[in-house]
């Protein structure tokens, strides 16, 4: 088993002949990624590292039925409307690796997944990696995912894209692998948080623990923590919140833009206590997750 993302599933890539989409579809492929069309209005008839490009998502599933997930790539401008048509031709997993979307404008893409039933992973997420079919959505990993990401029983989940093949990397090192790594994204909202992260590894045979890469701002931790003390998460959670050195700083701009301490709880020393109250094994440095993870399991 795996969360989200296995060998079947089918990508259709929106966005797919910009500049980003355009370097990261080949690498995608070359993992193992089946990735199926892309979709630029106006592009309809050309091709991008053999895959072909229709002008809306719904001519692309009537050629591809099969395709179950999407991975957005186009302007923050354009993604709520992307990202509805995606939702509205009832593809059930989306990626969105934009950055800089309106606020208001997720938010209308969060509640709009909530009626259809839809994940959406993002945004400024750098995708979705299972080393274990080798499938990945994004950039997570890079050109050579295998470098960092080998298959095993650890999941991760993080709001940091580099620091997620970073925490990867640093498990790697002592010998263990991953189930399946997603990074959440560093926005204010996240379309989908730890918490519901957390509830399918629990629910994952693969995944006998979960590294969980958290920072300043926001209270999804504290959310995370609220599971673990309801025990609806009970598997060994490795927990390393970034950014406490901020406390001791005058006030200035750090981070994702979800990065915003407006109460005690959105502090990085905050969430760490909440997250140890709850039973989390939590670390002050982030290379001690190893060993912190061996001593849990």
């Not at 909530?114 to 979705?128: C, D, H, L, M, Y």
């Not at 890469?213 to 995370?224: D, I, P, S, W």
């Not at 701009?253 to 005690?264: C, L, N, P, T, W």
Request: aromatic share 6%; proline share 5%; hydrophobic share 35%.
């Amino acid at each position: 088993m795996s969360i989200l993302i296995d060998e079947e599933t089918k990508v259709l890539v929106q966005g797919i002949t910009g500049r980003e989409a355009s370097e990261k579809v080949p690498e995608m492929i070359k993992y193992g990624t089946e990735i199926i069309a892309g979709v630029t209005p106006g592009k309809q008839g050309e091709e991008v590292a053999g895959v072909p490009v229709y002008d809306t998502v719904q001519e692309a599933l009537e050629k591809h039925s099969e395709i179950n997930a999407s991975i957005i790539y186009v302007p923050p401008f354009a993604a709520k409307d992307a990202a509805l048509e995606a939702i509205n031709n009832d593809i059930k997993l989306l990626n969105i690796i934009t950055e800089n979307i309106p606020v208001k404008d997720v938010w209308k893409i969060h509640k709009e997944a909530e009626k259809q039933n839809t994940t959406i992973i993002g945004p400024t997420s750098v995708g979705i990696i299972n080393p274990h079919t080798k499938t990945k959505l994004g950039p997570i990993g890079g050109s050579e995912p295998e470098k960092s990401y080998k298959k095993g029983c650890i999941g991760i989940v993080s709001k940091s894209g580099g620091m997620t093949t970073e925490t990867a990397h640093i498990l790697k090192q002592k010998g263990y692998g991953v189930s399946t790594a997603v990074d959440i994204g560093g926005d204010r909202i996240a379309c989908t948080t730890y918490k519901e992260i957390l509830q399918m590894f629990q629910q994952d045979s693969q995944t006998d623990a979960v590294v969980m890469y958290g920072e300043l701002g926001g209270t999804y931790e504290e959310q995370a923590a609220e599971l673990l003390k309801q025990n609806k998460f009970t598997k060994p959670l490795i927990a390393f919140i970034a950014g406490e050195f901020t406390e001791d700083l005058p006030s200035k701009q750090y981070g994702h833009a979800g990065a915003i301490i407006r109460g005690e709880k959105d502090k990085p020393s905050k969430k760490k206590q909440a997250l140890e109250k709850a039973g989390a094994h939590v670390v002050n440095l982030h290379h001690e997750i190893p060993e912190k993870l061996k001593k849990a399991l």
